[in-house]
Structures are given as C-alpha cells and as structure tokens.
C-alpha cells in the first residue's frame, strides 16, 4: 500500500509543474479565434443599436417636421409665429413661391437651426448638427380629379431625414417620408 505522504507530494508536483508547451499553444490559438468573433458581435450590436435609433428619431423628426410645417402654413398668425420655420415656407399653390425648407436637429432630436440647401449638399459645418431635414411640397392633384385651388389645394408633401450631418452625402443614412396634406393638415 502507498503512503499517504508520497501521493500527495507527487499531487503538488504536478500542480506546480505549470502548463506544457502543448496546452499553451492550444490555449493561443482558441483565443486567437474567439477574440475576434467577440469583437465582430460587439461592433455588430452597436450598429444595429445605432441604426435601429436612427430610425426610430427619423420617424420621430418627420413627424415633428410635419407638425411644425402645418404651423407655418396656418392662416392664425399667432399660431405661425410658433413654428420653428421661420424662412419663407408657403403653401404649395398659392403662387408666392417654392416650398423647401432644411432644418437641422441634434442627437437628441432638439432644433438648432434652419439649414440650407449646403447642409444637404455637403458635410454640415453646424456645430453639434446630427440629423439634416429638408422638406419640399408641390401642388397635388388626384388622378383623375380636376385641378383645386384655394381652400381645397392638396400638398404633396416629401420629407428627407439624413444622418450623420457631418458625413458626406453618400455616406449619410437617409429616410423618406411622402404624405398628402391640406393647408390645415386634415385629409
């Protein structure tokens, strides 16, 4: 029978042994394969995070555009001077011009600015500008239906939201929303 004291004397040697060259290796290597794959989930998570809130604040910022821009068109002066648009913006048909409009947003979806037609064309040089906005409205008929006029012009109303601002146009994330309108937003 073996002592007690020899099997556990050769325990503690080959605990302190260490690692062999072999495990070391393998060890390298697993990592060498596991650390990238973790990496490319990491950045693959953060992208879709980071796009999937893009869109959700583009939806959010039309929507916000649209309310600002049926302010601007209302016939109640009071309620027009309350719309964030404060450059000409008139309705589609009423003969005082086209009606286009670029506002800039920030990351949290605050207005810092009206832009311009720069702002869309190139990186914007807005500081803390995220979200670019431009907005055009043309005269709309229904097909099939005769042209209206006054009070019963329809808007065609198209609704850019680009992002990053400070990105080239080409690399810039963009969302289109197109709706018809009445003056008073009612359809």
Same mark, same amino acid.
Request: glycine share 6%; proline share 5%; no cysteine.
């Given at each position: 029978? #073996?002592?007690?004291?020899?099997?556990?004397?050769? #325990?503690?040697?080959?605990?302190?042994?260490?690692?062999? +060259?072999?495990?070391?290796?393998?060890?390298?290597?697993?990592?060498?394969?596991?650390?990238?794959?973790?990496?490319?989930?990491?950045?693959?998570?953060?992208?879709?995070?980071?796009?999937?809130?893009?869109?959700?604040?583009?939806?959010? +910022?039309?929507?916000?555009?649209?309310?600002?821009?049926?302010?601007?068109? *209302?016939?109640?002066?009071?309620?027009?001077?309350?719309?964030?648009?404060?450059?000409?913006?008139?309705?589609?048909?009423?003969?005082?011009?086209?009606?286009?409009?670029? +506002?800039?947003?920030?990351?949290?979806?605050?207005?810092?600015?009206?832009?311009?037609?720069?702002?869309?064309?190139?990186? *914007?040089?807005?500081?803390?500008?995220?979200?670019?906005?431009?907005?055009?409205?043309?005269?709309?008929?229904?097909?099939?239906?005769?042209?209206?006029?006054?009070?019963?012009?329809?808007?065609?109303?198209?609704?850019?939201?680009?992002?990053?601002? #400070?990105?080239?146009?080409? #690399?810039?994330?963009?969302?289109?929303?197109?709706?018809?309108?009445?003056?008073?937003?009612?359809?």
């Amino acid at each position: 029978m #073996k002592s007690t004291r020899y099997s556990n004397a050769r #325990k503690r040697a080959f605990i302190a042994r260490g690692m062999t +060259l072999m495990e070391v290796v393998i060890a390298i290597a697993v990592m060498a394969f596991a650390v990238p794959l973790i990496f490319t989930a990491i950045t693959s998570a953060n992208d879709s995070r980071r796009a999937a809130e893009t869109d959700t604040r583009s939806v959010w +910022l039309a929507r916000e555009t649209q309310r600002e821009m049926i302010l601007k068109w *209302s016939e109640d002066s009071t309620i027009e001077a309350q719309s964030i648009i404060t450059s000409s913006f008139p309705f589609p048909g009423t003969g005082l011009g086209t009606s286009t409009a670029t +506002l800039i947003f920030d990351n949290e979806g605050e207005f810092i600015s009206e832009g311009s037609t720069s702002d869309q064309d190139a990186p *914007s040089i807005i500081p803390g500008a995220v979200y670019v906005v431009s907005i055009s409205a043309e005269t709309y008929t229904p097909p099939g239906t005769a042209a209206a006029s006054g009070q019963d012009t329809l808007a065609k109303v198209t609704i850019n939201v680009a992002s990053p601002a #400070k990105a080239p146009p080409g #690399k810039r994330s963009e969302y289109r929303y197109i709706f018809i309108t009445t003056r008073q937003g009612l359809l």
